[in-house]
Structure formats: C-alpha cells, structure tokens
C-alpha cells in the first residue's frame, strides 16, 4: 500500500482536478494565455507525480542502505555546525509548513489573479502549469537523491550509522527545489503575461524560497551545496518549462509539443 500522499503532492491533484472541471472563460486578452494542451500537460504532470510518489513509496527498497558520499567539503561541514540551530525539530518543521504554505500561496494566487483579471481559465492553466513544472523538479531530485546517496549533516556529525535510509539522502534538497521550482514558474508566468503585481509576487516567493532552504540548514538535514544544488534546479525547471513551453501567444521563439516530438513555433 502506498503512503498517504504528502499535502504538496494533493496540492498537484487539485490543481489538475480544478482545470479538469472548469469551464473555458471569454478573457479580456487571450493572447496573454499561457499556451497549454489540457491532456498533454495533465498528463505529463500526472505522470511527475506518480514518478515522485512511486519512488517516495519505495524509499526503503531504493535508497542506498549505506552512504556512498559521507564525509563533507571543509565549507559544508563548517556550515552544517555553525548554522544548526539549538531546536533542529522546530526549524524542520518550520521548512515542512513553509513549503506547504509557498505551494498553496501559489496556486491560489495564480486562480484569483485569472479571475481577477477577467480570465479565470488563464488563471486555472498557471495553477496546472506551475505544478507540472514543480513536479518535474521533484522527480529529478528524488532521482538524484538515491543515485547519490550523500548522508544528512546529522548523520555526519553523530558520527554513527543509521538504519534509517532517509539518512542517506542529503544531495540535493527536495524542500529547497520545491520552493525554487514554484518560485520560479510562478514568476515566469506572472511576468510574461504582464500580470498587476507580478514583480512584487516574485520577490516574495523567491524570499520564502530562501527561508526554506535556510530552514533545511538550520535543521542539519541538507549542507549549503544541497541547498544551492536544489535552489539551481528548480529555479532552472521552473523557469525553462513555462517560458519554453507555454509561453503567451504574442510572438517571439518557443519550443511546444507537434505530433511527432516538439517544434520550434513564432
């Protein structure tokens, strides 16, 4: 049986569900839609989805019973002490409520800004558009975690081994490739749709981004180089995936699905 699902991963089926259900609206500009194809784009986010579930569900069949990087560069290490607050348990939890907070926050936002702008399904395709990208991130993290197999900061400097294997999955941080991942795809499609306060939205996701991945710091779950690494990535997906992909209908060069494979499209 597989584990309840974690509350950003229903965060992903009620997004889908939503634009699902909903019916096409008559917008002020259709041409600032993002482009999207309701079966394609549903489809390759369930697929992320369930690719990052099913590896989550395997956890102690897949990841690596012994760390296969276990001792940090001089800058990790030092960090790792340094930054570990005196509560490691209440700066995990905090990252825990954080990212939860930064993935409802966008979604929500991304719905009311469509219907405050007179275009609910522009709104309703951000919201699918943002978790396709942010479970793609996921799926490369979870991936990226076993083949690695680095041992948390706590695991490091307790100085003994661990049965649990979630010990042994440091490199990169999943918290930290969530946030930047919903940042960065809901900036991208906030911003080149010309949405009222886009500039502002993006500040303040990016900065509780970077509270999350301190979080994880502070928590001796994740070194610095798992955080930048985590920050990197999802940033780039987040970024590359709206803005290549689904980019508004006003011109300009852009990759998007053709029968047969992708295309380039003016």
């Known amino acids: 049986m597989l584990p309840p699902a974690p509350p950003a991963m229903r965060l992903v089926a009620a997004a889908v569900l939503s634009l699902a259900l909903a019916a096409p609206a008559c917008g ?4 600032l839609r993002p482009t999207y194809d309701l079966a394609v784009d549903g489809a390759v986010t369930g697929a992320a989805a369930a690719g990052t579930l099913t590896l989550l569900a395997l956890k102690n ?3 690596p019973a012994e760390c296969r990087w276990c001792t940090p560069p ?6 790792a002490r340094s930054l570990a607050w005196g509560n490691r348990d209440l700066a995990s939890k905090g990252s ?5 907070a930064i993935g409802a926050g ?7 800004d469509g219907r405050r702008r007179g275009d609910l399904e522009a709104g309703l395709a951000n919201a699918l558009l943002i978790t396709e990208a942010t479970s793609l991130a996921l799926l490369v993290d979870e991936s990226v975690k076993y083949a690695v197999g680095r041992a948390r900061p706590y695991a490091w400097l307790g100085g003994t081994r661990t049965a649990d294997r979630d010990a042994n999955l440091s490199f990169f941080s999943g918290h930290t490739t969530f946030a930047f991942a919903v940042a960065a795809s809901t900036s991208t499609l906030l911003v080149e749709q010309g949405a009222p306060d886009a500039a502002l939205v993006s500040v303040a996701a990016f900065a509780l981004a970077g509270t999350t991945g301190y979080l994880r710091l502070a928590a001796q779950q994740h070194y610095l180089s798992d955080v930048l690494a985590g920050a ?5 997906i987040g970024w590359a995936v709206p803005h290549f992909f689904h980019a508004p209908r006003e011109g300009g060069l852009r990759l998007q699905p053709a029968p047969g494979g992708i295309a380039f499209a003016w």
């Open 96 to 100: 825990d409520v954080l990212q939860v």
């Open 28 to 31: 002020e500009d259709p041409a």
């Open 106 to 112: 966008a979604l929500g936002y991304a719905v009311l």
């Open 61 to 63: 069949t897949l990841a």
């Open 232 to 236: 990197a990535v999802g940033t780039a």
């Open 74 to 79: 001089g800058f990790d290490g030092d960090l």
